[in-house]
């Protein structure tokens, strides 16, 4: 019988089911010779420093080459060579038995404040493009920068567009601020490539700032292994507390003090617990900046009653109230919320900060009665912009399609 691969496809077709199975595990991208997954960090002091990350195929190098940019093509002659940190290492991931890949990083420290530089990364043969980021002012200047909730899932499908609407409409941001579950599951390195698909080249002009979710932790809890190795966060948490490097850290940009606290660790881990409370409070006592800003995952009020967290809420409040919070950024409840609540709680008026509950991926949870919140929706992906002042906060939430949802003004 003579073979007919046309027909036999032709019927595969007709028969196959049009809903998608289990989707199998994607396959693994094995790092590249070529430099990838390039992110940008704030430094602890950004006005004078600036961490680059990323990752290659194993045995390689590091190098960072760096100038002043400059307005035609002479700047690469005055780069200066800096080696890198490097870690060759193997990781289990979930996509196959182990992940074995260089990853390498770099603070790039004694720079000028409010000024352009360019840089590219690789391994003296193989290079990146010129990239090009501004170091922050010594001084409140106005700025505005992005924060988006959880990407978490269908992350270069559905999550994209809303970080890349949001970097359309503010391009200009200093930086980029995420509240936790950029990944589903914690062992996966295929929905990193896909995080790092999403952000592409911006991640390597505009610095990340994440703060983790429980999905990017194991129990126990143990921490994704990519998340030290990817990001130089300012390494300035709780002393002496190893398992919160990387994950409690703050910054402080143009008259805001962002600071960034271990959710999942401060919820389920009693001796974190204590050691974040001890090194927020004189964060927040000893503060000369403007505002303060607080980025979380779990949130203080949450979009559903169920879902409501009296242990991250009993740790934070009184420090917040005390020390006039300005803004609380947060994820996890896959809905929108935003209202102000003052010391004696929600609805009983008084000055207090403002807690904003959202979500960038295409998870959405019903969301239920959200008393606390002037402003909610549910079915919504969003991106928030805020414009930083000396004299206000103006923020604003878009949804993913670019439509306003959501203004307010914070003052002193
Ligand atoms: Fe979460």
Known sequence: MTFRPSFLLGALLLTAPIAAQDAPEPPLAAPTVAPERIVLNLAADPAHAMAVTWRSAPGLPGFVELAEAGDGPDFVKSATRLPAQNDDTTIAVRETTTLHAAYHSLTMRGLKPDTVYAYRVGDGTHWSEWLQFRTAAVTLRPFRFLFLGDMQNQILSEASRTLRMGLRMAGDAAFVVHGGDLINRHDSDAEWGEWFAAGGYAYGQTPQMPTPGNHEYGRGP???????????????????????????????????????????????????????????????????????????????????????????????????????????????????????????????????????????????????????????????????????????????????????????????
């Not at 904003?356 to 992906?381: C, L």
Request: proline share 7%; charged share 20%.
């Open 222 to 412: 143990v921490l994704n292994p990519q998340w030290q190795r990817q990001f130089t966060l300012p390494a300035n948490g709780p002393a002496g507390i190893e398992r919160l490097a990387d994950t409690c850290w703050s910054t402080d940009y143009q008259g805001v003090r962002l600071i960034s606290v271990d959710a999942p660790q401060l919820h389920g881990v009693p001796e974190s617990r204590a050691a974040i409370v001890a090194w927020l409070e004189p964060l927040l006592a000893h503060n000369p900046n403007r505002w303060t800003v607080l980025l979380l995952h779990f949130p203080l009020y949450s979009l559903e009653p169920q879902r409501d967290n009296d242990r991250v809420r009993d740790a934070l409040k009184p420090l917040i109230d005390k020390y006039k919070v300005d803004l609380v950024l947060q994820g996890h409840d896959h809905g929108y919320g935003r209202g102000t609540v003052g010391p004696a709680g929600p609805g009983k008026g008084g000055k207090g900060a403002t807690y904003v509950v959202a979500v960038a991926g295409p998870k959405m949870y019903d969301g239920g009665i959200q008393g606390w919140a002037d402003k909610s929706a549910t079915n919504t992906q969003t991106f928030q912009v805020i414009d930083v002042t000396d004299r206000g906060m103006t923020y604003r939430a878009y949804s993913a399609a670019g439509r306003l949802l959501d203004e307010t003004v914070l003052r002193k």
